[in-house]
């Protein structure tokens, strides 16, 4: 890897994305009435007409910017995670190969961020939703999938296969996200069943042992 060429680059070109028509602000002020319908009725009691007549949107804007009820729920979990880890995760992604203490360090910051992203009270109450109604919406759980989650792991693969400390092979990232990302989602489980409070106690003392087991389990 050429010197000063690592992460940066490859990581923000997997953000980059066209940008969505707007007008006047839109879009967001959609998915704020939205968020604060879901929050209140649920996703099976709010229908697109309570939506638009609540952001004060026409059904035809509506649908312009969002062609469903499942589209526009999880644009809104995937502004309250993806969007706000975007810049966190650019900023954290090193620039170039670094040794086991820098990626163990690196990696903690990473993991505290996704915590934050996820113990957000707004999107555990949000996801309290999608557990108890996703078996009647079934488009929901792909929706979510590639919205937030095939989101967030290339940036992460790509920051774990550029570094020469662990140099994991493809066939391995799959495996190694997953070691990596289940503890971060044992948290967000226990904030979902209603001890957010706990989950943020327990995380501060807890990641960096987390992640010294990970990176000793990855390295070569």
Known sequence: MPAGAGSARPLRAMWEQPPVPRASGKPEVIRAAAQKLFLRSGLRQTSMDAIAAEAKVSK??????FGSKDQ??????????VERLRADLLDLAPTSPVNREELEATLLAVATRILESVLNPTYLDLMRVLIAEGRDFPELVGLFR??????VAPVLASLLK????????????????????????SYELEGVLGNPAEA???????????????VAAISR
């Not at 943020?200 to 990970?214: H, T």
């Open 60 to 65: 035809q804007t509506l649908y312009s910017h």
């Open 146 to 151: 590639s919205a937030v989650i095939e989101r």
């Open 162 to 185: 550029d570094q020469v400390t662990t140099a994991l092979p493809t066939s391995q990232l799959e495996p190694a996200l997953r070691l990596f990302v289940g503890p971060l989602l």
């Open 72 to 81: 526009l729920f999880v644009e809104v979990l995937r502004t309250l995670t």
């Open 200 to 214: 943020k106690r327990l995380a501060p003392a807890q990641l960096p042992g987390l992640v010294k087991l990970f």
